[in-house]
């Protein structure tokens, strides 16, 4: 399996990004599908979940009522709809599937700054 993440790039403090995963080689409906950021010097922590079964999703303390994560079955597809960017929202992002193996994606770019 493989997935691609895009739509990363800079913003100004208080704009929005959509970010995008696209999957091959694997069936998003069957993952719990995942978003982590890694900002420079720190650990990769993560940011959104959303479950494989009953689509339950779950957020960092951090980005709760700014972040979305969804999925799009039929596109094999997750989205992480980020609002309200600050500074501390600095990273590169990671789209992960899991299930009995885990699955990474390369990363993409957030930089918010002024």
């Known amino acids: 399996g493989q997935l691609v993440e895009s739509g990363g790039g800079t913003v100004q403090p208080g704009g929005s990004l959509t970010l995008s995963c696209a999957a091959s080689?694997?069936?998003?409906?069957?993952?719990?599908m995942s978003w982590h950021r890694q900002a420079p010097g720190k650990d990769r922590e993560p940011v959104a979940v959303?479950?494989?079964?009953?689509?339950?999703?779950n957020y960092a303390l951090s980005v709760e009522g700014r972040f979305t994560i969804s999925r799009d079955n039929s596109k094999n597809t997750v989205y992480l709809q980020m609002n309200n960017l600050q500074s501390a929202d600095t990273a590169v992002y990671f789209c992960?599937?899991?299930?009995?193996?885990?699955?990474w994606g390369q990363g993409t770019e957030v930089i918010v700054s002024s």
């Open positions: 992960s599937a899991v299930d009995s193996e885990r699955y």
């Open positions: 080689g694997l069936a998003i409906s069957r993952y719990a």
């Open positions: 959303s479950s494989g079964v009953g689509n339950i999703t």
